[in-house]
Structures are given as structure tokens and as C-alpha cells.
């Protein structure tokens, strides 16, 4: 059991570039989360799904896509990369909404 | 959105002491979930809870739920230096239809050997 794969772990963009920052769990999860985190801000929600087709927007989802194809994977895209994007971003999924979630090891991009 | 207050924000102990942090929010919550996260590392699902009142153990730490599901804490004994690393709160709010999972901005621990 892999539980939640995210890639690359690092990355470096010049501002304007676009990435999509890879999420795959292999637990059969229907829950799926972005998250950021920032020194002193804690994990802030970017966006999340309930279920292969559905997604929703979190706290701060400006600048950021999702999709949710299948059960297993849910990308996250950044469209036109900002210097104020620069995080650790992690995925992480849960069998339902109100259970606890599995963590990814984080992807630590940097945009310059 | 479901607005969540932790404190301390940062904590330094003498290995041995006890350490607290807590979780306070304005409205009533569905449950509670607790996040350990290492330096450098991702969170990690310590324990939820779910009932008024209800209090958990594990080992060393105890987990509180606040009578009114509005408040909780996180309690350690006789820390060691395994317990470093920062202490996240996390919750959505009570009523159907609620799926976002709120983090609180953590308490940093220290322990000082």
C-alpha cells in the first residue's frame, strides 16, 4: 500500500510557467484535499472532492485548478505561476468527510 | 468559514514536563481530528473525536472534547524529545453537507533535553 503519492517533491518555476502537481492514492478514498502550507499560516484549503466528478473550492483556491477524472488521482494545476505561490503543498484523502486523512509528503515548490 | 483558534502557537518544555495545547472555536463542531507533524515531514492523523465530553487516550497523550463540541485540548505527559514537532487542530463544522477540513495554525513543541 503506496497510500498517497504526490510528484514531484520539488519544483522550481519562473513566474508565468505552468505545473500540475501530481496526487494519487491507492486506498479507494472518495475524499480528496489540496492544502498549502506557509510559515505561520498553518494548512489552508485550496480545493477538494468528494467523488471522481465533483470538486469544490476551498479557502484560497485563486490561481489553481482541479479535476477529478477518478477515484484515484486529483491533479492540481497551477495556470500562471505567482511568486506568492511559492509552498508546500500537500494532497491528502480520507474514506469519508468526517474521518481522518492520509497525508502526501508534500511537493515544495518555489516560484521565482 | 469555520474559523478555528490554537494556542499556544509555540511551546518549549523540559523534557519531562507536561504539555497542553488547545482548540477553540465559535460554533459547534461535528468533530475534532488531531495532526502531528514532524520537522520537515507531512501531518499525521493522531485521533478524532466526536462526542461531548468524550476524552481519548493515547499512551502518553489525552485528547478532550469540550462539553459544549466547541473547544478541545491535547494533553502530554512527561514529554520526550520523540514529541518535537508541531500539534494541528482540525474540524468541520456541525450540520449535513459540510465537507472542508479546517486546520487550526498549530502549536510548535520544543523540547529541550
Known amino acids: 500500500n503506496a497510500g498517497v503519492t504526490q510528484t514531484p517533491k520539488f519544483q522550481v518555476l519562473k513566474t508565468g510557467q505552468s505545473m500540475t502537481l501530481q496526487c494519487a492514492q491507492d486506498?479507494?478514498?472518495?475524499?480528496m484535499s489540496w492544502y498549502r502550507q506557509d510559515p505561520g499560516m498553518g494548512l489552508r484549503l485550496i480545493h477538494y472532492?468528494?467523488?471522481?466528478?465533483?470538486?469544490d473550492q476551498g479557502e484560497v483556491p485563486n490561481g489553481y485548478n482541479v479535476s477529478r477524472s477518478t477515484t484515484e488521482d486529483f491533479p492540481l494545476r497551477l495556470l500562471s505561476a505567482a511568486p506568492s505561490q511559492t509552498s508546500v503543498y500537500f494532497c491528502?484523502?480520507?474514506?469519508?468527510?468526517?474521518?481522518?486523512?492520509?497525508f502526501g509528503s508534500g511537493t515544495r515548490l518555489t516560484v521565482v | 468559514g469555520q474559523q478555528v483558534m490554537q494556542i499556544p502557537q509555540y511551546q518549549h518544555v523540559q523534557e519531562g514536563e507536561d504539555f497542553t495545547t488547545y482548540c477553540n472555536s465559535s460554533?459547534?463542531?461535528?468533530?475534532i481530528q488531531w495532526y502531528k507533524q514532524r520537522p520537515g515531514g507531512h501531518p499525521v492523523f493522531l485521533i478524532q473525536?466526536?462526542?461531548?465530553?468524550e476524552v481519548k487516550k493515547q499512551k502518553r497523550l489525552t485528547f478532550q472534547f469540550g462539553e459544549a463540541k466547541k473547544n478541545s485540548s491535547l494533553h502530554i505527559t512527561a514529554t520526550q524529545t520523540t514529541d518535537v514537532g508541531t500539534y494541528f487542530c482540525?474540524?468541520?463544522?456541525?450540520?449535513?453537507?459540510?465537507?472542508?477540513?479546517?486546520f487550526g495554525k498549530g502549536t510548535k513543541l520544543s523540547v529541550i533535553p
Open positions: 491528502a484523502s480520507s474514506y469519508s468527510g468526517s474521518a481522518g486523512y492520509t
Open positions: 482540525a474540524v468541520t463544522e456541525s450540520g449535513a453537507g459540510s465537507y472542508q477540513l479546517t
Open positions: 472532492s468528494v467523488g471522481a466528478g465533483i470538486t
Open positions: 473525536l466526536v462526542k461531548s465530553g
Open positions: 486506498m479507494n478514498h472518495e475524499y
Open positions: 460554533t459547534t463542531l461535528s468533530n
